[in-house]
């Protein structure tokens, strides 16, 4: 069984690009979120998408935007890229609002920005 | 506001030994806790949970204690294999499932062998 994907593994970007990060959630699942993680720091929550909508943002600027697809994989979109949006962005698919289960994670999009 | 805390930034223990990760959380609505272990280059793969009507919750080396009083979770691993030398999270989901999870900083494990 295929886990989360997402992709690229791997990213440079100069400052003031723009990025795009995808994600394909594990069969059956329909929510999908977004986290980011510096070093030094636990993930921390960006976005959830469930059934195309967005269902929970957390504190990031406006800069920060993603989107669902009908087969409910994802992506995620930042502008105006600054050298602080260096970190680790992760996507984890789950059940939606089922308790005493856990968020499964995909390997990471390693975003550096010089 | 850090919801969930883990203050020990990094353990060291031997081959053998039990392995005790803390953590602490401020908000008494959390429904349950989960662990995540992370190796570099990889995402956080689920580890064990507890739900806050419990106290403990046990798989195999992994126990989790629950103190919904002292508002502390504590992880314990025996015995300690250099493999699981990794990053542990502590974490809790803001309201329903685990769609929207609020994250330790972690706690970097190294066994020794």
């Known amino acids: 069984d295929a886990g989360v994907t997402q992709s690229p593994t791997h990213l440079i970007k100069t400052r003031g690009q723009h990025v795009t990060l995808r994600c394909s959630p594990i069969?059956?699942?329909?929510?999908v979120s977004w986290y980011q993680q510096v070093l030094g720091q636990g993930p921390q929550f960006i976005f959830q998408y469930y059934e195309k909508e967005e269902r929970g943002r957390g504190n990031f600027p406006d800069r920060f935007s993603a989107r669902q697809f009908p087969n409910y994989s994802s992506e995620l979109n930042v502008n105006a890229l600054l050298l602080g949006d260096s970190a680790l962005y992760l996507c984890a698919s789950s059940f939606v609002g089922v308790t005493n289960t856990e968020a499964f994670f995909g390997q990471g999009t390693r975003l550096t920005v010089v | 506001d850090q919801q969930v805390k883990q203050n020990s930034p990094s353990l060291s223990v031997q081959e053998g030994r039990i392995s005790i990760l803390n953590c602490d959380y401020t908000n008494s609505m959390f429904d349950y806790f989960l662990w995540y272990k992370k190796y570099p280059a990889e995402g956080p793969t689920f580890l064990i949970s507890i739900s806050s009507i419990k106290d403990k919750n046990e798989d195999g080396r992994f126990t989790v204690f629950l103190n919904k009083s002292a508002k502390h979770l504590s992880l314990h691993i025996v015995p300690s294999q250099p493999g699981d030398s990794a990053v542990y999270f502590c974490?809790?989901?803001?309201?329903?499932?685990?769609?929207?999870?609020?994250f330790g900083k972690g706690t970097k494990l190294t066994v020794n062998p």
């Open positions: 069969s059956g699942h329909k929510s």
């Open positions: 974490a809790a989901p803001r309201k329903g499932g685990s769609e929207k999870l609020v």
